[in-house]
């Protein structure tokens, strides 16, 4: 599949995440038991997986730090964003101003992977900050 309609289905996979996490922290479940319960079961499936792929669970040294700082960045974002969605008025508006990641992302890589920037991409990330300013109030 082309990178396109991974990120499709992906964004579409967040969505059906984000609905399902806020759904339950509306419902006045425990944060901590939200995250726990899940990601316990996100483990199981990825244990699955690897094992049928056979591709085991070799982990380079080398890659220990970037493991370990993705591993900080995800649980601040599913404790910090389940923080917000408890009490926010709207889960969209929280997942809109998270997504505003996109513009760190996208300006970082010109730096870390030597991507490109137009003036079309820098009109892209203006909007998106005009968007999250727009959500925000």
């Not at 990178?3 to 399902?20: E, G």
């Not at 920037?117 to 999250?132: P, W």
Request: charged residues 5%; contains cysteine; glycine residues 6%.
């Amino acid at each position: 599949m082309k990178w396109v309609t991974l990120s499709i289905l992906a964004s579409l996979a967040l969505a059906v995440h984000a609905l399902a996490m806020a759904k339950m922290t509306k419902s006045g479940f425990q944060i901590g038991r939200i995250n726990l319960n899940v990601f316990l079961l996100v483990v199981v499936i990825i244990l699955i997986q690897q094992v049928v792929s056979g591709k085991g669970f070799q982990l380079p040294t080398s890659q220990l730090f970037l493991v370990t700082i993705a591993a900080l960045a995800a649980y601040a974002i599913l404790q910090l964003s389940l923080m917000a969605v408890e009490s926010a008025p709207n889960p969209g508006y929280v997942s809109g101003i998270i997504n505003s990641s996109t513009v760190i992302i996208s300006i970082a890589s010109v730096y870390l992977f030597n991507a490109h920037f137009s003036l079309t991409k820098s009109i892209g990330i203006l909007l998106c900050l005009i968007g999250v300013y727009l959500i925000s109030k």
